[in-house]
T-cell receptor
Framework: AQKVTQAQTEISVVEKEDVTLDCVYETRDTTYYLFWYKQPPSGELVFLIR??????QNEISGRYSWNFQKSTSSFNFTITASQVVDSAVYFCALSESYGGSQGNLIFGKGTKLSVKP | EAGVAQSPRYKIIEKRQSVAFWCNPISGHATLYWYQQILGQGPKLLIQFQNNGVVDDSQLPKDRFSAERLKGVDSTLKIQPAKLEDSAVYLCASSLDSLGDEQYFGPGTRLTVT
């Protein structure tokens, strides 16, 4: 069955520390997509990144980087030199092509990140 | 480019009353989704439309929830009658197509059922 696990419920760091948010997924599909979304206190989900199952290249965007490893079914997210504005709930999500559920996102429970000044 | 619009932003009703939420997706986006997000959890899909047809409504409690997307543009989600456990944020999202496309979310409607 498809599933996304974010084992870290809450993380608290001090500004400028690096932090890694873990995401482990389960799927029987060979074609799938993985996403990260940010939900700041305002509530609106903001898209951060998408990876397809055939592209295991790591990606870096400014202070953000993502490590996709199919061998361990993980798609981890690292924030380098964290800032207070990074405080939010971060969701990892999976989208499969199996059956009729094409495109809809299966979300983890989220990790609440608090960055203190 | 305008984002996904939702209204109202907040709604408080008593149990057994009915309520409706409205969503206008990003222009040109064929696929529209309604998600329910209960406090402390990730969003859960209720229904997915491709243009004006339903793709997936397997998790929609059809005895009380209904949704439509007339003309393949904006959409309405209705709850009748509401239960206490329906208290949640209802999120609307849209994407260009379906599989693999990033979804853009609206600000959500926070529903409180008392």
């Amino acid at each position: 069955a498809q599933k996304v696990t974010q084992a870290q419920t809450e993380i608290s760091v001090v500004e400028k520390e690096d932090v890694t948010l873990d995401c482990v997924y389960e799927t029987r599909d060979t074609t799938y997509y993985l996403f990260w979304y940010k939900q700041p206190p305002s509530g609106e989900l903001v898209f951060l990144i998408r990876r397809n199952s055939f592209d295991e290249q790591n990606e870096i965007s400014g202070r953000y980087s993502w490590n996709f490893q199919k061998s361990t079914s993980s798609f981890n997210f690292t924030i380098t030199a964290s800032q207070v504005v990074d405080s939010a709930v971060y969701f990892c999500a999976l989208s499969e092509s199996y059956g009729g559920s094409q495109g809809n996102l299966i979300f983890g429970k989220g990790t609440k990140l608090s960055v203190k000044p | 480019e305008a984002g996904v619009a939702q209204s109202p932003r907040y709604k408080i009703i008593e149990k057994r009353q009915s309520v409706a939420f409205w969503c206008n997706p990003i222009s040109g986006h064929a696929t529209l989704y309604w998600y329910q997000q209960i406090l402390g959890q990730g969003p859960k899909l209720l229904i997915q439309f491709q243009n004006n047809g339903v793709v997936d409504d397997s998790q929609l409690p059809k005895d009380r929830f209904s949704a439509e997307r007339l003309k393949g543009v904006d959409s309405t989600l209705k709850i009748q009658p509401a239960k206490l456990e329906d208290s949640a944020v209802y999120l609307c999202a849209s994407s260009l197509d379906s599989l693999g496309d990033e979804q853009y979310f609206g600000p959500g409607t926070r529903l409180t059922v008392t």
